[in-house]
């Protein structure tokens, strides 16, 4: 599995490489200190029983680090900067989304354009719309993807 990660998030897919272009683009500096050469070899040669313990994951990191970092930043979920995606398929976007799935549908694509059409409505209209954000995203992914996938 750490193996895999590994390939996923630093070559086969190039995530690295995306994020990097991304940050440059908006004048962003990136940094990942936990891919130096020499550290990545190291924790590589470490037993997997140092990686993961039960659900813990970087283990030997967290253990190296307790009561030099607090524990609340040591035990705290992943997160990311989040894209507005919700508010802006509310707004900016909602024309644009509208639009792309009318295209599609009068393309012919297979996707179920009048539920999007719908999800999209619902979601502008509905201020608690965790569901609909979920699947809109979603669709939205799917429209581009057969639209690629048509391209190729």
Known sequence: M?????????????????????????????RVPLLDNDLVDYVACLPHSLKI???????????VLKGIVPDEILSAQKSSFGTPISEWLKTT???????????????GLPLDFIMLKTL????????????????????????LDV?????N
Do not use: P, W
Not at 8 to 30: C, G, P, Q, W
Not at 93 to 107: H, I, R
Not at 147 to 151: A, E, G
């Open 53 to 63: 313990k039960k659900s813990t994951t970087k283990y030997f990191f967290r253990d």
């Open 120 to 143: 999209l409505q619902n979601h502008r209209s509905n201020s608690n719309s965790a569901a609909y954000r979920h699947n809109l995203e979603n669709a939205c992914i799917d429209n």
């Open 93 to 107: 976007l909602y024309n644009y989304a509208m639009d792309q799935f009318n295209k599609g549908e009068k393309e």
């Open 2 to 30: 750490l193996y895999t990660d590994m390939e996923i998030h630093t070559s086969r897919h190039k995530f690295l490489e995306k994020v990097d272009k991304v940050n440059m683009y908006h004048s962003i500096e990136a």
């Open 147 to 151: 639209k690629i996938s048509k391209l």
